[in-house]
């Protein structure tokens, strides 16, 4: 169960031989710079273990959820119900691993990589002919690749088909497809999340740096998801989800901020200055991101050029989310969310990442 970030601040202190009041009490000022950093990141590791342990239990949902093999493997048609808990499943599990992207990238690239990589990093190394064992191509792109192969979008298509070491997407056709999808497959994506829970539960070491600055990477890279939907590049592509991905992202952010925001506010009038404009800065995108119905990022407008939009182009609904996006990802314009969070972390020492 997640425990509030007050309580969760008390106990760490606790933990620390140290004799404090109640949350809320004046005397919370006698804590020391040391005494908030830890407990932010007590905090933090508490939201990404929640996070890890809900991945780890969606992925081995959806391993479980896969059909039996049988001599024709299965389909969207063939195993309708299969299929459908597949995709429940994957949803929770992107959505969990969305929340904590920030920092496993951090703590645990090599599972970043394994996990979370798109189709065209793993093939840019070597081919994959065989989709649904556990080399090559792995993790949550590849899983979903398979269970929406008959709803790719065109560009996506249009993009992966002309790379090198392409092969398309499909559903299992055989008994030993299949086995390989639910055995192999699905099977390592479970047994990352499974190591990435327990590792991290046993002690993995995270400190502010890792926690905070992990975390304006992730913001840092909002405007990546937008730009790739031109070209067919985008994030959770097969699915359409990568608006889903980014709500989930500015949700970590926010929890995560809530996190150092006590010690934030330590930093008289400019601390308070600076926590005004994160927070409305969160608001700002998360407001957008909801005001758009569904999972996926609108369409793009015809003739869309990154380079060049024209005014009509920029006044469509996705005109409007990337050029929000763009500005408050862009850490050298003042006044956006990625600048005031890089002001947040300056103000409290918090050093960048390597």
């Not at 192969?149 to 997407?169: G, T």
């Not at 086995?179 to 497959?185: P, Q, S, Y």
């Amino acid at each position: 169960m997640y425990i509030p970030a007050c309580l969760r601040s008390g106990l760490a202190i606790a933990a620390a031989a140290l004799s404090l009041p109640a949350c809320g009490s004046d005397n919370e000022t006698l804590l020391s710079d040391a005494d908030y950093e830890r407990n932010a990141v007590v905090d933090v590791k508490a939201y990404i273990q929640d996070n890890l342990d809900e991945f780890a239990a969606a992925t081995a949902a959806l391993q479980a959820a896969a059909p039996e093999p049988d001599a024709d493997g299965w389909s969207a048609t063939s195993d309708e119900e299969a299929v459908a808990a597949m995709k429940a499943e994957w949803k929770r599990a992107r959505q969990s691993y969305e929340r904590v992207e920030g920092a496993i990238a951090v703590v645990f690239p090599d599972f970043d990589y394994s996990t979370d990589a798109r189709y065209d990093a793993f093939i840019e190394v070597a081919s994959d002919d065989d989709l649904f064992d556990d080399e090559g191509v792995t993790g949550v792109h590849a899983v979903e690749r398979i269970l929406w192969a008959d709803q790719i979008p065109e560009p996506v298509l249009a993009f992966e088909s002309a790379l090198p070491n392409y092969s398309p997407a499909a559903f299992p056709a055989t008994e030993a497809e299949a086995a390989a999808f639910k055995d192999e497959l699905c099977a390592r994506l479970a047994a990352d999340a499974e190591t990435m829970k327990t590792e991290f539960r046993l002690g993995f070491a995270l400190d502010a740096p890792s926690a905070y600055r992990g975390v304006i990477n992730s913001i840092l890279e909002q405007v990546e998801k937008t730009s790739k939907a031109a070209t067919g590049e985008e994030e959770s592509r097969y699915a359409q989800y990568t608006l889903a991905d980014m709500r989930a992202n500015v949700a970590a952010g926010e929890a995560t901020y809530e996190a150092f925001q006590p010690w934030l506010l330590t930093k008289g009038a400019e601390g308070a200055e600076v926590d005004k404009a994160v927070l409305a800065g969160f608001n700002r995108l998360s407001s957008a991101y909801d005001a758009i119905e569904g999972d996926a990022l609108p369409s793009l407008p015809e003739g869309w050029s990154e380079e060049a939009p024209t005014e009509e182009q920029l006044a469509t609904p996705f005109g409007e989310l990337f050029s929000l996006v763009k500005r408050e990802s862009d850490d050298a314009t003042p006044g956006s969310l990625a600048h005031d969070m890089t002001r947040s972390a300056d103000l409290l020492g918090i050093d960048q990442l390597p």
